[in-house]
Every structure is written in structure tokens, then in C-alpha cells.
């Protein structure tokens, strides 16, 4: 179960790459994206950016950036769900200690996707909104997989 768990994680993390390029690419089509990004600079404080800050900020909402750095974060998830994987077979001391951090990896990205799903939602840029939350899903499932396998490996559920 702890298997298909992860399996799943990583199909809604990956899934959400696409979803969250496709969203930004909305956003910026959006009636409402000139006044979003009008807050964005004033929260980051544009003023006090070198001209090098602001072209990086403005960069920022490009649909290129956003798969870059979603695909990095799927990366990062499937690489790390991997080696807590591989490292369980070697050392479970070891493997118990990274799946914690693994497992507080995967809290913590999920809780900053929630805040941008709703931040998203708030700012009618559903389809961004929709990325980030299966973003979401995908990081609490497949980490919960991973530590579960982990922590419980003689439990019925686990394989």
C-alpha cells in the first residue's frame, strides 16, 4: 500500500507540472494580471530591487519559469523518495532519518502549495490554483508513502 501511495504521489506531482505551466501561461492572459502583479511588486518592493531583481521578478511570471521550477521540485521529490527507498535496503537507521527529513520536506512544500492554491483561487487563476493543490496531493500522499514504508514496514498496509 506504502508503494502505491508513493506511485501516486508521484503521478499528481508530476501531473501538476503541466498543469501549473499551463496555469501560469492563463494567469498572465488573465484581466486581473496586471493588478496582481502590480501587488507583487509593491509586496517584493521593487524599489529597493537592482534593475537585475526587477528583471528576475518580472521573469518570475513567465510560464517557463514556473515548469522549471515545479519540474525541479518533481525532481527533487522523486529523487529524494528514491534514495530513502535504496538507503532502507543498506542502513535503516540511516533510512529512518531521511525519510523524516523527507517527510518534513514534503509537509512543508504542501503547506506553501495550499497557501498558493488559495492565493490563486482568491485571485480567480483557477487553473494555477488546480496545479498547486494536485502539487499539494502529490507532496502529503507520496511523502506519507514513503515514510509509511518506512516506519511501519511489518504493518499489514506496508509492502
Known sequence: MARA????GLL????SV???AIGTHLQTQSPRFGEFQRGEFQRAEIARLNPAGRKALMLSFTWQFACGLSGFFALL?????L??????RWHQDLALVAAGAFGLGCL????IGLG??????HWGFATLGVGFLLSAAGLS???????WSLVAPNHHCAT
Not at 12 to 15: E, F, H, K, T, Y
Not at 83 to 88: D, E, F, Q
Not at 116 to 121: A, C, D, H, W, Y
Not at 141 to 147: A, D, E, S
Request: proline share 0%.
Open 83 to 88: 534514495c530513502v527507498r535504496v538507503a532502507k
Open 108 to 111: 512543508a512544500g504542501a503547506v
Open 18 to 20: 503541466g498543469v501549473i
Open 141 to 147: 500522499v507520496g511523502g506519507l508513502g514513503v515514510v
Open 77 to 81: 521529490f522523486t529523487v529524494g523518495g
Open 116 to 121: 498558493e492554491t488559495v492565493r490563486s483561487f
Open 5 to 8: 501511495w508513493w506511485i501516486a
Open 12 to 15: 499528481l506531482i508530476w501531473a
